[in-house]
């Protein structure tokens, strides 16, 4: 069969629907940015004024945290498998960035594992907590943070979380030697405002003006 030629304004539609598909490709709506962003945000302060009030045992937050974590994966797993969403286009930066969160989340469960390990070693070996590794430990999770933040502001080429990663790494350096646990979680704070919250509102701000500009193109 003879492939079909296109003609001059074939060609030209062809080309501004693969431009277009592109930029779509370099726009996130921000939201997991926020979503996470918050939930960290009031895990980190909850925990501070869980210290001063004593309401619950020290890390009562971040294990609800943890729990929200899990009913949130099992909500889009249930959502994926038995509702029918509209498929999308594979692309090179959506399969990336599939790879790259699942990395990511190995790393966040391997420090996080380590941590609580870690920890109970110790207070069996010498009847404490030290909180000396615990410091440490949120030190590291907020580098891990950065890195990830700088990964996807370079892929979409988004300056806000380039910025924002390199804010995020000033707050893990000083909290790697902070010994004080409360000035820690406050650091952590810091960090995923400067890191996920802030950057993932201007997303989600640039990417409803898009959308609106978008429509109006359709239209014309």
């Not at 410091?135 to 988004?158: H, R, S």
């Not at 960090?191 to 989600?204: E, K, S, T």
């Amino acid at each position: 069969m003879e492939e079909k030629q296109l003609n001059e304004r074939e060609s030209l539609q062809l080309i501004k629907q693969m431009i277009t598909m592109a930029k779509k490709e370099q726009r996130d709506d921000g939201r997991g940015w926020i979503i996470w962003g918050w939930l960290l945000f009031l895990a980190s302060l909850l925990t501070v004024a869980n210290l001063h009030f004593q309401w619950f045992q020290t890390f009562f937050f971040w294990n609800a945290f943890g729990l929200a974590t899990i009913l949130i994966f099992a909500y889009e797993a249930i959502a994926g498998k038995f509702y029918k969403r509209t498929a999308a286009v594979k692309t090179y930066t959506g399969d990336l960035f599939t790879r790259l969160n699942a990395g990511f989340f190995i790393c966040l469960i391997f420090i996080l594992v380590a941590l609580n390990v870690g920890t109970r070693v110790i207070a069996k070996k010498y009847g404490v907590m030290d909180m000396t590794f615990i410091n440490i430990g949120y030190a590291l999770l907020i580098n891990l943070y950065a890195f990830w933040i700088l990964i996807y502001g370079t892929a979409l080429n988004f300056r806000p979380s380039i910025i924002g990663a390199y804010c995020t790494w000033a707050f893990g350096a000083v909290a790697l030697f902070v010994q004080d646990f409360e000035q820690v979680m406050l650091l952590h704070a810091g960090a995923v405002l400067a890191g996920y919250i802030i950057p993932g509102h201007l997303a989600n701000k640039e990417f409803k003006r898009l959308k609106r500009k978008d429509k109006v193109t359709e239209r014309v």
